[in-house]
């Protein structure tokens, strides 16, 4: 039962870092409303599936890989912000040139941070240490 439940663990952290990892390399792309939603999305996925399976995987790479993940949502948080805002004032009359600088240099930011990571091959030492629990000691 054990193993058959560390098969599964694996397979469903798995799937959840391949979402995150489509979405990073989409974001180093385009940081378009859909993008940053979908990312978003997958980076919460990922943290409930390490957290739900918790037992299965190494605590220090989970914990380096979840405070990575953390800096990548407040930068896309920071970009839907602005996105909620300007379709909020859609339509309103009210100016939204400000946020939508705003949403600019927020979303070119996001980008950075998502070919950084994309560049880095960090979802790949991700994958290694979190389900074959081998550590390096890369600065993540």
Same mark, same amino acid.
């Given at each position: 039962?054990?193993?058959?439940?560390?098969?599964?663990?694996?397979?469903?952290?798995?799937?959840?870092? *391949? *979402?995150?990892?489509?979405?990073?390399?989409?974001?180093?792309?385009?940081?378009?409303?859909?993008?940053?939603?979908?990312? @978003?999305?997958? =980076?919460?996925?990922?943290?409930?599936?390490? @957290?739900?399976?918790?037992?299965?995987?190494?605590?220090?790479?989970?914990?380096? =890989?979840?405070?990575?993940? /953390?800096?990548?949502?407040? !930068?896309?948080?920071?970009?839907?912000?602005?996105? =909620?805002?300007?379709?909020?004032? *859609?339509?309103?009359?009210?100016?939204?040139? +400000?946020?939508?600088?705003? #949403? !600019?240099?927020?979303? /070119?930011?996001?980008?950075?941070?998502?070919?950084? =990571?994309? *560049?880095?091959?960090?979802? #790949?030492?991700? @994958?290694?240490?979190?389900?074959?629990?081998?550590?390096?000691?890369?600065? +993540?």
């Amino acid at each position: 039962m054990n193993e058959n439940m560390r098969s599964v663990a694996r397979a469903k952290i798995s799937k959840a870092l *391949d *979402d995150v990892t489509v979405a990073v390399y989409t974001t180093a792309r385009t940081t378009d409303a859909d993008a940053v939603h979908k990312l @978003r999305v997958s =980076i919460r996925r990922f943290s409930q599936a390490v @957290r739900v399976f918790q037992q299965y995987v190494p605590q220090k790479p989970s914990a380096r =890989i979840g405070n990575r993940l /953390k800096k990548v949502m407040k !930068a896309a948080g920071e970009v839907r912000d602005r996105d =909620i805002l300007i379709g909020m004032l *859609d339509g309103s009359g009210v100016s939204t040139t +400000e946020l939508t600088a705003e #949403r !600019a240099v927020t979303g /070119k930011k996001l980008a950075e941070i998502s070919r950084t =990571i994309q *560049d880095a091959g960090m979802p #790949r030492r991700w @994958r290694r240490r979190l389900l074959t629990g081998e550590e390096h000691s890369e600065v +993540e």
